[in-house]
Nanobody
Framework: QVQLVESGGGLVQAGTSLRLSCVASGMPFRTYYMAWFRQAPGKEREFVASISRSGIPTRYIDSVKGRFTISRDNAKNTMYLQMDSLKGEDTAAYFC???????????????WGQGTQVAVSS
C-alpha cells in the first residue's frame, strides 16, 4: 500500500528553523508531482509549496516565499520542506501530498500523509 509519512515537526520559537521530511513508499515516487499543505486550527487546509518530478520548485504561497524551501531526493523517496525564520502564523499541521499530475488543487492529489505538527511560539 502507498504510504506518505511526515516527520520533523515540533514546538519552536519564532525566528528559528525546522526541516520537515516526507518519506514515500509503495509508489513510484519519482513519477509524482509533490506538494506541502498546512492546516491551522479552525482553518481550511491550504497549499504551501509544490515541486516537479525532477526537483524544480513550481510554486510557493506568498507568505512563505523566501523563508521556506521545498526539495526532494528521488533516490531516497523523500521530500523536504526547509522552514526558516518561522513565524507564529506558520503554526499548523503540515501534510505532504502526491499527485500524478501538476496541480495545486487539494482535491486532485492522490495520496496524503497524516501530518506533522508545527507550533511556533512568539
Amino acid at each position: 500500500q502507498v504510504q506518505l509519512v511526515e516527520s520533523g515537526g515540533g514546538l519552536v520559537q519564532a525566528g528559528t528553523s525546522l526541516r520537515l521530511s516526507c518519506v514515500a513508499s509503495g509508489m513510484p515516487f519519482r513519477t509524482y508531482y509533490m506538494a506541502w499543505f498546512r492546516q491551522a486550527p479552525g482553518k481550511e487546509r491550504e497549499f504551501v509549496a509544490s515541486i516537479s518530478r525532477s526537483g524544480i520548485p513550481t510554486r510557493y504561497i506568498d507568505s512563505v516565499k523566501g523563508r521556506f524551501t521545498i526539495s526532494r531526493d528521488n533516490a531516497k523517496n523523500t521530500m523536504y520542506l526547509q522552514m526558516d525564520s518561522l513565524k507564529g502564523e506558520d503554526t499548523a499541521a503540515y501534510f505532504c501530498a502526491a499527485s500524478r499530475f501538476p496541480t495545486d488543487s487539494s482535491n486532485l492529489f492522490d495520496y496524503w500523509g497524516q501530518g506533522t505538527q508545527v507550533a511556533v511560539s512568539s
